[in-house]
C-alpha cells in the first residue's frame, strides 16, 4: 500500500450532532429490515443442553498466578468470553470491552442472557493498567461491570474510550478516562514506552434508542509497546480502513477480531464481519497471531452457536493459512505468543 497524507486516512464524520461511517460499505440497519429479522428469518443458534455446551465450549478456570507471572516479552492472552480479552505484555495488562454480568441489556430481567458464564469474578482478575472500550453497545459497556472494575481499581485504572463516551464513564464514577478520536495516540503516563491509539471500524452506537443513535463514536484500538503490538478491532463491519490500519501501525504481534453474530447477511453484513472477513482484516492489519472474538456468549444473531469457531477455521485452510495463526480459545483459556525478535514485534506460540 503506498504512503498516504494524513487528509487520506478515514476519518469520521460528523452531521447534525451524531457520527457517520465514511465507508461506501456502510449501510444504517432500517426498521423495516428490523421487524424481518425477529419477525421472518430462521433462527439457527440451537443453543442445546448444558453437557452439550460444557463439552463443545467449556469454561475454564483463568491460570492468573501463571499470568501474572509471564515474562514481560511473552504476550500472554486470556479469553474472558465475548469480546473480552485480558492480554499482558511489555509491562502493561489491557483489558477490552468488559462484561461479566448475566445479561447485555439495560435491565438484568430482559435481555440477551449468557450460554456460558463469565469464567471467573472481577474480584479475582489480577492487576490491570487499561480498559479499552470500542463502543457503548450494552454487549460492549456494560455498567455494572464498569463500576465495579472501578471499585476495585480506583486511580490506578486508566479507561481509553471514543469520543462521545467521557461524559457517561465519569458520571458512573469512572477516572482517568481518556476519550479518543480515530488516529489519535496517546503515551501511557507511568508506562514506559506504552503508546495507545483509537482507530477506525465500520459500525455504530446507541443506549436510548434513536435518540441515542450514533451521539458517540465507534472504535478499534491498538497498544504498542517497545518489543510488541497488540490489534483490537473492537466490532465491525468489514471496510477498507483496516488496511490502512496495517500500513500504519502493523505488523501486530496479537490481534483480537470478531469471528461471530453475522446472520442473516442481508441485515448484519454491514455492522458485523462473518469469519471469511475476520480473515481478510487479520491479512489487511498485518497480524501475525489473531484470536477470534464476539462469539461463544450471548444469542446476538441466527448463526449456529458453534459455526463461527468452524467457519474460521475452514476460511483458514481454505487460503492455505495455519489455522494456528487466527484461532479461537475456549472461556478463560490462556495463551501464551514469544517475541523472538524484539524491536520488530514478531511472534510465534511459546
Not at 440477551?112 to 493498567?129: E, H, T
Not at 469457531?309 to 476460511?315: H, Q, T, W, Y
Request: hydrophobic share 35%; aromatic share 12%.
Amino acid at each position: 500500500m503506498a504512503d498516504l497524507a494524513e487528509d487520506e486516512y478515514a476519518k469520521p464524520l460528523f452531521v447534525n450532532g451524531r457520527y457517520e461511517n465514511p465507508f461506501p460499505t456502510w449501510k444504517q440497519p432500517g426498521f423495516f429490515n428490523l421487524c424481518k429479522y425477529f419477525l421472518y428469518d430462521t433462527d439457527e443458534s440451537s443453543i442445546l443442553s448444558q453437557e452439550d455446551l460444557d463439552t463443545n465450549l467449556p469454561v475454564l478456570q483463568p491460570d492468573f498466578k501463571d499470568f501474572h507471572s509471564s515474562p514481560p516479552d511473552i504476550m500472554c492472552v486470556i479469553w474472558l468470553g465475548h469480546s473480552s480479552l485480558l492480554v499482558k505484555f511489555d509491562g502493561v495488562t489491557i483489558l477490552t470491552d468488559p462484561i461479566f454480568s448475566k445479561r447485555c441489556s439495560p435491565f438484568q430481567f430482559i435481555g440477551p442472557k449468557r450460554f456460558r458464564d463469565a469464567p471467573c469474578q472481577i474480584s479475582d482478575l489480577p492487576p490491570i493498567d487499561i480498559v479499552i472500550i470500542s463502543h457503548n453497545h450494552y454487549d460492549h459497556m456494560d455498567y455494572e461491570t464498569i463500576v465495579n472494575l472501578q471499585k476495585k481499581y480506583k486511580s490506578s485504572l486508566t479507561w481509553f474510550v471514543p469520543m462521545g463516551d467521557k461524559r457517561w464513564m465519569e458520571a458512573s464514577g469512572c477516572t482517568n478516562v481518556r476519550e479518543m478520536t480515530w488516529w489519535q495516540e496517546e503515551i501511557l503516563a507511568d508506562h514506559i514506552g506504552i503508546t495507545v491509539a483509537c482507530l477506525p471500524c465500520q459500525h455504530w452506537s446507541s443506549r436510548k434508542g434513536y435518540l441515542g443513535v450514533n451521539r458517540s463514536l465507534w472504535s478499534s484500538w491498538c497498544v504498542i509497546g517497545p518489543t510488541q503490538r497488540f490489534y483490537f478491532a473492537g466490532d465491525t463491519g468489514y471496510c477498507e480502513a483496516f488496511k490502512q490500519i496495517g500500513h500504519r501501525y502493523g505488523p501486530f504481534s496479537l490481534a483480537g477480531i470478531p469471528i461471530g453474530a453475522y446472520k442473516p447477511r442481508w441485515f448484519k453484513q454491514a455492522q458485523h464481519v462473518a469469519p471469511e472477513e475476520s480473515v481478510q482484516i487479520h491479512l489487511d492489519v498485518r497480524s501475525e497471531k489473531s484470536i477470534g472474538i464476539h462469539w461463544g456468549t450471548f444469542r446476538l444473531t441466527h448463526e449456529h452457536y458453534l459455526e463461527p469457531k468452524e467457519k474460521l477455521r475452514e476460511e483458514m485452510e481454505k487460503q492455505n493459512l495455519s489455522p494456528q495463526d487466527f484461532f479461537t480459545l475456549n472461556h478463560g483459556e490462556i495463551h501464551l505468543i514469544c517475541n523472538q525478535k524484539p524491536n520488530e514485534h514478531s511472534s510465534e506460540n511459546c
